[in-house]
């Protein structure tokens, strides 16, 4: 008998933990973080329920998913109002990240794209009239994040199980000198090369662009030579010269490098700003032809130096999500960089269903690459 009411007990106890428990569950909390402001703030699905009209949203949204093309019935509240007017944010420039409760990564988000109107971000507690169940969890509650369509055909507007938003003010970065922003030298000024077929017209606008600026040199006699392969040593002397640093004394620091040698300048420079590292065994390998992936980690470093993306949010795109047949085949090393590019569409022209990583670089490629990540 004892035993038996031990028994009960037991059951019991373990009935109102499991109650407990089911109803903490759905006790849904948004959190969202502003980058220089120590108290996080807190809001219950309730406490979105019960923001002013002003503040909400209950209209037909047509949006951009994996799989195509939708419509809904979107209810929810305004991100924006929820930023400026609850958060209140001043500034404009900066990032948001979206965290989602299973751990899928979200592209992060331009503060600018938040403040537009057209966008119209939502934090969604309703889809057609019904609460929404991502986690097919029916004790907890789901909130989804909604853009409006920027433009047809672009994907990545809906924002699943987000439970947590931080926000960072960008910064412009302390860079040796900035790079240039004015509009590249039209194709037909200055530079004349006589060598550039049909195969490479993908490529002609930066090559002139590039030439013009100083930034990447002929071959002499009006020849560029697209087809040639690009070496390390020369996509050092590309980035240096594209982001405007100044090149710097030779310091022995690689094996297979002397002072002597045209490229050592730029090897240190590209080295002593992070653009480039060399090998475990104390080589550098100049003459080595740079590899799609090589070349992408480097642009994306330089993306990084020149303001161009926050390092914060580059490491935010992951080959999971690429459209490349080959993804698998990228190092972990180069992936966050080949999977930005990708999304800024700078290796147009240059890689197709599959990116290749490890394929060589041509003189063409690389000059299409560098314009199109930091100067187009």
Same mark, same amino acid.
């Given at each position: 008998?004892?035993?038996?009411?031990?028994?009960?007990?037991?059951?019991? /106890?373990?009935?109102?933990?499991?109650?407990?428990?089911? &109803?903490?569950?759905?006790?849904?909390?948004? *959190?969202?973080? +502003?980058?220089?402001?120590?108290? $996080?703030?807190?809001?219950?699905?309730?406490?979105?329920?019960?923001?002013?009209? !002003?503040?909400?949203?209950?209209?037909?949204?047509?949006?951009?998913?994996?799989?195509?093309?939708? $419509?809904?019935?979107?209810?929810?509240?305004?991100?924006?109002?929820?930023?400026?007017?609850?958060?209140?944010?001043?500034?404009?420039?900066?990032?948001?990240?979206?965290?989602?409760?299973?751990?899928?990564?979200?592209?992060?988000?331009?503060?600018?794209? #938040?403040?537009?109107?057209?966008?119209?971000?939502?934090?969604?507690?309703?889809?057609?009239?019904?609460? #929404?169940?991502?986690?097919?969890?029916?004790?907890?509650?789901?909130?989804? =994040?909604?853009?409006?369509?920027?433009?047809?055909? *672009?994907?990545?507007?809906?924002?699943?199980? =987000?439970?947590?938003?931080?926000?960072?003010?960008?910064?412009?970065?302390?860079?040796?000198?900035? #790079?240039? $922003? !004015?509009?590249?030298?039209?194709?037909?000024?200055? %530079?004349?090369?006589?060598?550039?077929?049909?195969?490479? %017209?993908?490529?002609?606008?930066?090559?002139?662009?590039?030439?013009?600026?100083?930034?990447?040199?002929?071959?002499?006699?009006?020849?560029?030579?697209?087809?040639?392969?690009?070496?390390?040593?020369?996509?050092?002397?590309?980035?240096?010269?594209?982001?405007?640093?100044?090149?710097?004394?030779?310091?022995? /620091?690689?094996?297979?490098? $002397?002072?002597?040698?045209?490229?050592?300048?730029?090897?240190?420079?590209?080295?002593?700003?992070?653009?480039?590292?060399?090998?475990?065994?104390?080589?550098?390998?100049?003459?080595?032809?740079?590899?799609?992936? !090589?070349?992408?980690?480097?642009?994306?470093?330089?993306?990084? &130096?020149?303001?161009?993306?926050?390092?914060?949010?580059?490491?935010?795109? +992951?080959?999971?999500?690429?459209?490349?047949?080959? %993804?698998?085949? =990228?190092?972990?090393?180069?992936?966050?960089? =080949?999977?930005?590019?990708?999304?800024?569409?700078?290796? /147009?022209?240059?890689?197709?269903?599959?990116? *290749?990583?490890?394929?060589?670089?041509?003189?063409?490629?690389?000059?299409?690459?560098?314009?199109?990540?930091?100067?187009?």
């Amino acid at each position: 008998m004892l035993r038996k009411s031990k028994f009960v007990l037991f059951v019991l /106890t373990i009935a109102l933990i499991l109650s407990q428990v089911s &109803a903490f569950a759905a006790d849904y909390t948004l *959190e969202v973080a +502003v980058n220089g402001v120590e108290e $996080t703030l807190k809001f219950s699905l309730d406490d979105l329920k019960a923001m002013p009209a !002003e503040a909400l949203i209950d209209e037909e949204y047509i949006y951009n998913s994996k799989t195509g093309e939708k $419509t809904a019935d979107v209810k929810g509240v305004s991100l924006k109002y929820l930023l400026k007017e609850k958060a209140d944010i001043a500034f404009e420039n900066g990032q948001v990240l979206f965290e989602a409760s299973d751990g899928y990564p979200i592209d992060p988000q331009s503060l600018e794209d #938040i403040f537009n109107d057209e966008l119209k971000y939502v934090i969604a507690y309703e889809v057609n009239g019904e609460i #929404i169940d991502n986690d097919e969890n029916a004790d907890t509650d789901d909130i989804t =994040v909604y853009r409006k369509v920027k433009q047809e055909g *672009e994907f990545g507007t809906v924002y699943k199980l =987000v439970n947590k938003i931080a926000v960072t003010e960008e910064e412009a970065p302390a860079t040796e000198e900035p #790079i240039e $922003t !004015e509009e590249p030298a039209d194709t037909d000024a200055e %530079k004349v090369f006589t060598d550039i077929t049909e195969e490479y %017209k993908f490529a002609e606008e930066a090559i002139y662009a590039l030439a013009n600026k100083g930034i990447i040199d002929g071959m002499g006699d009006g020849l560029y030579a697209p087809q040639n392969p690009f070496t390390r040593e020369q996509f050092c002397k590309i980035i240096i010269e594209a982001l405007g640093y100044e090149t710097k004394e030779y310091q022995g /620091t690689f094996s297979d490098v $002397t002072a002597d040698r045209w490229s050592s300048v730029y090897v240190q420079a590209a080295v002593d700003n992070g653009l480039f590292v060399g090998n475990t065994d104390g080589t550098f390998l100049p003459e080595k032809i740079i590899s799609r992936q !090589e070349m992408a980690a480097v642009v994306a470093r330089a993306a990084v &130096a020149s303001g161009k993306v926050a390092q914060e949010k580059l490491n935010k795109f +992951v080959m999971e999500k690429s459209d490349y047949s080959d %993804k698998d085949a =990228v190092a972990d090393w180069a992936g966050n960089s =080949v999977a930005w590019l990708e999304a800024e569409e700078v290796f /147009t022209g240059v890689a197709g269903e599959n990116f *290749e990583p490890a394929k060589d670089v041509n003189r063409a490629e690389a000059a299409l690459v560098v314009f199109n990540a930091l100067f187009k």
